[in-house]
């Protein structure tokens, strides 16, 4: 009887137990949605960044960085751009194209972005996507026309590459043929 007793409590508890790490979890990526940085939510939930990375990043969420500066978007905005940078890449917006007046040598770091961010969707372990040169700059391209809500990660992220690489009409020669560095493994 005692055994019985015993185990009846555990499962009680145990029940008790997933509804408040769910509870915990919600609140965590409500406080990081609500633009609360990730140290200050680790602080208060006594645990690593990295693990509330990994918790995020589980919620689909990427963490861009760009010149010693982390950037995480939700799973929405992240799909949002990679439709962008892969349309770019593939061709389907040549309207937007002729209006963005940057040329086309951005287009392979635009694709390699959409590719690179897809896969940090999938990766459990929260991996940063880090934003070179070409890729920034595809980024801020894309950015140029996508609406930001204010204030948000997003437009913070676009105001900064907008400071870093300016607006058209671009001086040709300033257009760069971008090299992308060899894949990262």
């Known amino acids: 009887m005692a055994a019985a007793?015993?185990?009846?409590?555990?499962?009680?508890?145990?029940g008790?137990?997933?509804?408040?790490?769910?509870?915990?979890?919600?609140?965590?990526?409500?406080?990081?949605?609500?633009?609360?940085p990730l140290r200050e939510v680790a602080e208060?939930?006594?645990?690593?960044?990295?693990?509330?990375?990994?918790?995020?990043?589980?919620?689909?969420?990427?963490?861009?960085?760009?010149?010693?500066?982390?950037?995480?978007?939700?799973?929405?905005?992240?799909?949002?751009?990679?439709y962008k940078l892969a349309g770019n890449a593939n061709g389907r917006f040549a309207k937007d194209l002729e209006r963005l007046q940057a040329g086309h040598a951005w287009l392979p770091a635009a694709g390699a972005l959409a590719d690179e961010l897809h896969a940090a969707m999938?990766?459990?372990?929260?991996?940063?996507?880090h934003l070179d040169d070409p890729r920034a700059f595809a980024l801020h391209q894309v950015l140029r026309f996508t609406t930001k809500?204010?204030?948000s990660i997003l437009a913070d992220l676009g105001e900064?590459?907008?400071?870093?690489?300016?607006?058209?009409?671009?001086?040709?020669?300033?257009?760069?043929?971008?090299?992308?560095?060899?894949?990262?493994s």
Do not use: K, M
Not at 5 to 14: D, F, H, K, P, Y
Not at 50 to 55: A, C, K, N
Not at 122 to 129: I, M, P, Q
């Open 16 to 36: 008790r137990f997933l509804e408040a790490q769910e509870e915990r979890r919600n609140a965590i990526l409500e406080s990081v949605r609500s633009n609360v």
């Open 44 to 82: 208060v939930a006594h645990c690593s960044h990295e693990t509330i990375r990994r918790i995020v990043a589980a919620d689909g969420a990427v963490t861009l960085e760009f010149d010693g500066q982390s950037y995480l978007l939700g799973g929405q905005t992240v799909e949002l751009l990679i």
């Open 5 to 14: 007793l015993a185990i009846s409590r555990l499962q009680v508890a145990e």
């Open 149 to 151: 809500g204010n204030p």
């Open 122 to 129: 999938a990766d459990e372990d929260g991996a940063t996507v």
């Open 160 to 184: 900064r590459l907008g400071a870093e690489y300016s607006y058209p009409p671009y001086d040709p020669r300033a257009l760069r043929t971008w090299t992308l560095p060899e894949a990262r």
